[in-house]
């Protein structure tokens, strides 16, 4: 090709030829990520104004389509890659104690200002703002809770309470996750926990499928129904999950995505069903 002293020339770079000096000093150089700063890349400080006490305040917010989902559980909860979403979705205020859904962060009525200012900001407790770049399993659960009384508070819709419940069940979920097996008492108390908690979900979901309009909580009515199906089911109401499931798979309009997830139910459906049987 018109260029000398290339004869020698070695096209694939053989590893075995280095060194183990080489080899040993080119993994000291591989370092492992922390968890909590990998986390951090997905969120960011995001400036609110509080609908109660009118004051500025930051909350730590998702930064869209970052985050990679990878499955989602049979009761709907992502899971994404590097990050648990689900402890981010409430927003509080650090000044007053007010806290809600992201979904539902909205100016409020007079009445329901009054409430909030009467039965939470009155006892509420200035908390020092963590340094933490990102919100604990301990954070997310208080935060949520803190949303849950709000809710309750204001008379939000049975629909906001039951999905705050529902959140809180997951982030129990995923901290049991997270745990290390050593750690058998406090993954007992979180199971304990998400239990009452999807029960307390399950109730209000029920109570607003009979009164409120769809979508209810974002979704449409036959997701909605396969949530309820899901939750009857881990709650060991078979006759109302088999019932819903039928519904479902009945209607015409069903995507495939949910008539798939409800294909799944089903199947694990018929076992429990026939299992309950063969016990009684």
Same mark, same amino acid.
């Given at each position: 090709?018109?260029?000398?002293?290339?004869?020698? %020339?070695?096209?694939?770079?053989?590893? !075995?030829? #280095?060194?183990?000096?080489?080899?040993?000093?080119?993994?000291?150089?591989?370092? $492992?990520?922390?968890?909590?700063?990998?986390?951090?890349?997905?969120?960011?400080? #995001?400036? +609110?104004?509080?609908?109660?006490?009118?004051?500025?305040?930051?909350?730590?917010?998702? *930064?869209?389509?970052?985050?990679?989902?990878?499955?989602?559980?049979?009761?709907?909860?992502?899971?994404?890659?590097?990050?648990?979403? $689900?402890?981010?979705? $409430?927003? &509080?205020?650090?000044?007053?104690?007010?806290?809600?859904?992201?979904?539902?962060? &909205?100016?409020?009525?007079?009445?329901?200002?009054?409430?909030?200012?009467? &039965?939470?900001? *009155?006892?509420?407790? /200035?908390?020092?703002?963590?340094? !933490?770049?990102? +919100? !604990?399993?301990?954070?997310? /659960?208080?935060?949520?809770?803190?949303?849950?009384?709000?809710?309750?508070?204001? =008379?939000?819709?049975?629909?906001?309470?039951? +999905? =705050?419940?529902?959140?809180?069940?997951?982030?129990?979920?995923?901290?049991?996750?997270? %745990?290390?097996?050593?750690?058998?008492?406090?993954? *007992?108390?979180?199971?304990?926990?998400?239990?009452?908690? %999807?029960?307390?979900?399950?109730?209000?979901?029920?109570?607003?499928?009979?009164?409120?309009?769809?979508?209810?909580?974002?979704?449409?009515?036959?997701?909605?129904? +396969?949530?309820?199906?899901?939750?009857?089911?881990?709650?060991?109401?078979?006759? $109302?999950?088999?019932? %819903?499931?039928?519904?479902?798979?009945?209607?015409?309009?069903?995507?495939?995505?949910?008539?798939?997830?409800?294909? /799944?139910? *089903?199947?694990?459906?018929?076992?429990? /069903?026939?299992?309950?049987?063969?016990?009684?």
């Amino acid at each position: 090709m018109g260029i000398e002293g290339l004869g020698d %020339l070695d096209i694939y770079d053989d590893d !075995s030829a #280095k060194n183990e000096d080489g080899a040993e000093e080119s993994q000291k150089t591989v370092k $492992v990520r922390d968890p909590e700063e990998v986390e951090a890349e997905y969120v960011f400080d #995001k400036t +609110y104004t509080c609908p109660v006490c009118d004051k500025s305040f930051k909350s730590k917010t998702l *930064k869209s389509n970052k985050a990679k989902l990878i499955s989602t559980d049979m009761d709907l909860r992502p899971v994404h890659q590097n990050i648990d979403t $689900v402890k981010y979705d $409430v927003v &509080a205020c650090p000044c007053c104690g007010y806290a809600v859904l992201n979904r539902y962060f &909205a100016p409020l009525t007079s009445m329901q200002v009054k409430k909030i200012k009467e &039965a939470i900001s *009155k006892n509420y407790k /200035i908390k020092e703002e963590k340094k !933490s770049k990102i +919100y !604990s399993y301990e954070e997310a /659960i208080e935060r949520s809770k803190l949303a849950l009384l709000s809710s309750v508070i204001k =008379v939000g819709k049975d629909s906001e309470k039951a +999905y =705050v419940c529902l959140k809180t069940a997951w982030l129990f979920r995923g901290k049991a996750e997270h %745990l290390p097996e050593s750690e058998v008492e406090e993954i *007992k108390r979180c199971e304990k926990e998400e239990e009452a908690f %999807l029960s307390k979900a399950y109730d209000g979901m029920v109570a607003a499928r009979r009164k409120e309009l769809f979508p209810i909580c974002g979704m449409d009515e036959l997701t909605f129904d +396969y949530l309820l199906a899901t939750l009857a089911h881990r709650l060991g109401h078979l006759d $109302v999950s088999a019932r %819903l499931v039928g519904e479902i798979m009945a209607k015409p309009t069903a995507n495939r995505r949910i008539k798939e997830k409800t294909g /799944i139910l *089903k199947e694990v459906l018929k076992k429990d /069903i026939q299992a309950k049987k063969q016990n009684e």
